[in-house]
C-alpha cells in the first residue's frame, strides 16, 4: 500500500511516513498513490471546498424543513379549492396558484440567501438554519388563517 503525502498532513503505512512538510520518506517505490482512505478523505475535502460548510449546513436543514413546507403548501391549496360555488373556482384556482408560487419563490430565495451568512462564526451554522426555516415561518400562520375560514 502506498500514499500521498498532501503538506501539512501526517499519514502513515507499513512501506513509509509522510512528514508534516510533505515529503515522503521510506518509501522504496518512489510513486505516489492515492490510497481508499485518502481518496474518501480527499471527495470529502473537495465537497466542503466547493460547497462551503455553509452550504453543507443548508443541505441538512432543508431535508428537515422540505416535508414541513409540502405540508403548509398544501395548507394553502386545500382551502383556495374548497369552494361550493362552481363561479369562484377560476378565481380560487388563481389565488391558489398565487400562494403557492410565492410560497416556493420564498423557498428558492431563502435557499439562496443560506449559502451567504453574515460574518461571523455565529452564522455559518445557524444562518442556513433560519433560512431553512423562514418559509414556513411565513407562510404557515397563512395557511393555518385560511384554512380557518373554510365554510363547513
Same mark, same amino acid.
Given at each position: 500500500?502506498?500514499?500521498?503525502?498532501?503538506?501539512?498532513?501526517?499519514?502513515?503505512?507499513?512501506?513509509?511516513?509522510?512528514?508534516?512538510?510533505?515529503?515522503?520518506?521510506?518509501?522504496?517505490?518512489?510513486?505516489?498513490?492515492?490510497?481508499?482512505?485518502?481518496?474518501?478523505?480527499?471527495?470529502?475535502?473537495?465537497?466542503?471546498?466547493?460547497?462551503?460548510? %455553509?452550504? =453543507?449546513?443548508?443541505?441538512?436543514?432543508?431535508?428537515?424543513?422540505?416535508?414541513?413546507?409540502?405540508?403548509? @403548501?398544501? $395548507? /394553502? #391549496?386545500?382551502? %383556495?379549492? =374548497?369552494?361550493?360555488?362552481?363561479?369562484?373556482?377560476?378565481?380560487?384556482?388563481?389565488?391558489?396558484?398565487? @400562494?403557492? $408560487? /410565492? #410560497?416556493?419563490?420564498?423557498?428558492?430565495?431563502?435557499?439562496?440567501?443560506?449559502?451567504?451568512?453574515?460574518?461571523?462564526?455565529?452564522?455559518?451554522?445557524?444562518?442556513?438554519?433560519?433560512?431553512?426555516?423562514?418559509?414556513?415561518?411565513?407562510?404557515?400562520?397563512?395557511?393555518?388563517?385560511?384554512?380557518?375560514?373554510?365554510?363547513?
Amino acid at each position: 500500500m502506498q500514499l500521498l503525502c498532501v503538506k501539512g498532513l501526517v499519514f502513515d503505512d507499513s512501506t513509509g511516513s509522510c512528514d508534516a512538510d510533505g515529503t515522503l520518506d521510506n518509501n522504496e517505490s518512489g510513486l505516489l498513490t492515492i490510497t481508499r482512505h485518502n481518496a474518501v478523505h480527499s471527495a470529502i475535502s473537495l465537497i466542503v471546498s466547493l460547497l462551503g460548510v %455553509a452550504g =453543507l449546513y443548508r443541505v441538512k436543514y432543508l431535508r428537515v424543513t422540505q416535508p414541513w413546507m409540502n405540508i403548509v @403548501l398544501l $395548507g /394553502l #391549496a386545500i382551502p %383556495a379549492v =374548497l369552494t361550493h360555488d362552481p363561479k369562484r373556482l377560476k378565481r380560487a384556482a388563481s389565488k391558489c396558484l398565487t @400562494l403557492s $408560487g /410565492l #410560497a416556493m419563490g420564498s423557498v428558492f430565495i431563502c435557499q439562496q440567501m443560506a449559502n451567504n451568512p453574515p460574518p461571523g462564526s455565529f452564522w455559518v451554522a445557524n444562518w442556513p438554519l433560519l433560512m431553512s426555516w423562514m418559509p414556513i415561518f411565513i407562510f404557515a400562520p397563512v395557511a393555518v388563517y385560511l384554512l380557518d375560514r373554510v365554510p363547513s
